[in-house]
């Protein structure tokens, strides 16, 4: 093989390891994912919440996502500012080429996505899931999700209900690092014992398609 060729073939090799989703992971009822620290932005609104973990389960009715944190919350949160911890986009007909597609990856097939959002509870009685209140001490930090359906062959979606929904998305006190919520399998058309594809996304990391986790082809219990 001439010195070329080999090149060709290492550059190839190189390529194939970094793309994204080159590898499907295959799991039964729950899934734990690792994620590697510091591929987060920062800027002036303070550090980009670094998750390192996150796991999924189901129990026949509902999912659970919980997100593993790098620091505490209070770390993330200390000038106030609420916002989106993940992004899980859903492919419920396990079907690429029906439903929407990632903004920042070439992925398509969704049809739903669910963010999971660190919110300020504040002293004299607000809440902000995005950005935060001037002048009020906050009182607690909890979560909640938003859910929207993708348009098909869009990246675009459309809200279904907000984290503000408090009867749709309970609100449950973050503690320490984990972030996490529960929603039923109705609230993005599922049932038991259906196969479905996810994509996570680490909403603060790099612009482009290493912001999101391995794909997973999750069984439902």
Known sequence: MSRTSSWIVMFLLVFVSQAPFAETLKARHSVELKDAAGDVQSDSKG??????????????????????LKD???????????GDVLTLHFDTDNNSKTGGKLFWGKSTGFEYKVGLAACIK???????????LKGSEPSEFVSGYNTEKYEQGKTSSKG???VFWISKSPHETIKEREVGITFPYSEIGVSSG???RIVIEEQDSTYDEKRYFPEVLLTLK
């Not at 505490?72 to 609420?82: C, D, N, Q, R």
């Open 160 to 162: 279904i209900h907000d």
């Open 194 to 196: 259906q196969t479905v």
């Open 122 to 132: 504040y002293q004299n009685g607000g809440m902000a899931c995005s950005g935060g």
């Open 47 to 68: 550090p980009g919440k670094d998750v390192v973990k996150v796991v999924i389960n189901s129990d026949g009715k509902n999912l659970r996502v919980k997100a593993v």
């Open 72 to 82: 505490e919350i209070s770390h993330y949160l200390t000038k106030g500012l609420a």
